[in-house]
T-cell receptor
Framework: GAGVSQTPSNKVTEKGKYVELRCDPI?????LYWYRQSLGQGPEFLIY????????DSGLPNDRFFAVRPEGSVSTLKIQRTERGDSAVYLC??????????????FGPGTRLTVL | DAKTTQPPSMDCAEGRAANLPCNHS???????VYWYRQIHSQGPQYIIH???NNETNEMASLIITEDRKSSTLILPHATLRDTAVYYC?????????FGPGTRLSVLP
C-alpha cells in the first residue's frame, strides 16, 4: 500500500520568504509527526498531531514555525520569514495510534529545504 | 539531548552478525527501547522495539540487559543493503529524541 508521501521533494527559497511543506500520511493513521534533520545529525522532533489537534508542539523552534492538520489526515508545515538556518530535511511520519508505544512510526522520504 | 549513547561507526563483514550496542543508563521503568535505521537519502525505518524482554522479528533481534541500562541490536546475517545509520531511542512517548546513531558499514 501507499506509504507516507511528502511534497515537494526539494524546495529552494530565498531568505525571508514563506514556505509550506505538505505531508500525506498513511490512510487511517491518526497520529502524525514532523521532524527536521540537519546534515550529519539525527532527526529532531518538531510537533505531533493526534487527529486534528497538536498534542505536543514543544519541538517547534520559534513562532515562525506552524503546522496544521485541519481534517485529521494531510498536514502542512508552514515556515514564515525563512532563515538560512532553517535549511534541513523535513521529515513526516505517521502511526496508527500515537499514544500506543507499540506502534511504529512510518516515515516519509522528506522534503529538502534550502534557504539561500 | 538524546538519552542514549552509541558508537559513531562500526564495520561488519557481509554474511556475519552485526552487533550494535546502545547505552541508556538513565532509562525509566515505563520507557521502551526502539531501534530505527536510515539508509542514505531515505526516511528512518522501524526495526524493532522492546520494554524488558528480548525481542526478535524478521529483521533483527533486540537483547536488553536485565537492569535495562543497555541493549544490543543484532542483525544475524548482515548484507550490503544493511549499510545505514542505526538509531537507538528510549521513550515512553512517540516524540522521539534521535541521537547521532551508529553508522554501520557492511563490507563485501
Amino acid at each position: 500500500g501507499a506509504g507516507v508521501s511528502q511534497t515537494p521533494s526539494n524546495k529552494v527559497t530565498e531568505k525571508g520568504k514563506y514556505v509550506e511543506l505538505r505531508c500525506d500520511p498513511i490512510s487511517g493513521h491518526t497520529a502524525l509527526y514532523w521532524y527536521r534533520q540537519s546534515l550529519g545529525q539525527g532527526p529532531e522532533f518538531l510537533i505531533y498531531f493526534q487527529g486534528t489537534g497538536a498534542a505536543d508542539d514543544s519541538g517547534l523552534p520559534n513562532d515562525r514555525f506552524f503546522a496544521v492538520r485541519p481534517e485529521g489526515s494531510v498536514s502542512t508545515l508552514k515556515i514564515q520569514r525563512t532563515e538560512r538556518g532553517d535549511s534541513a530535511v523535513y521529515l513526516c511520519a505517521s502511526s496508527p495510534q500515537g499514544l500506543n508505544p507499540n506502534n511504529e512510526q512510518f516515515f516519509g522520504p522528506g522534503t529538502r529545504l534550502t534557504v539561500l | 539531548d538524546a538519552k542514549t549513547t552509541q558508537p559513531p561507526s562500526m564495520d561488519c563483514a557481509e554474511g556475519r552478525a552485526a552487533n550494535l550496542p546502545c547505552n541508556h543508563s538513565t532509562i525509566s521503568g515505563n520507557e521502551y527501547v526502539y531501534w530505527y535505521r536510515q539508509i542514505h537519502s531515505q526516511g528512518p525505518q522501524y526495526i524493532i522495539h522492546g520494554l524488558k524482554n528480548n525481542e526478535t522479528n524478521e529483521m533483527a533481534s533486540l537483547i536488553i540487559t536485565e537492569d535495562r541500562k543497555s541493549s544490543t541490536l543484532i542483525l544475524p546475517h548482515a548484507t550490503l543493503r544493511d549499510t545505514a545509520v542505526y538509531y537507538c531511542i528510549v521513550s515512553r512517548e512517540q516524540n522521539f529524541v534521535f541521537g547521532p546513531g551508529t553508522r554501520l558499514s557492511v563490507l563485501p
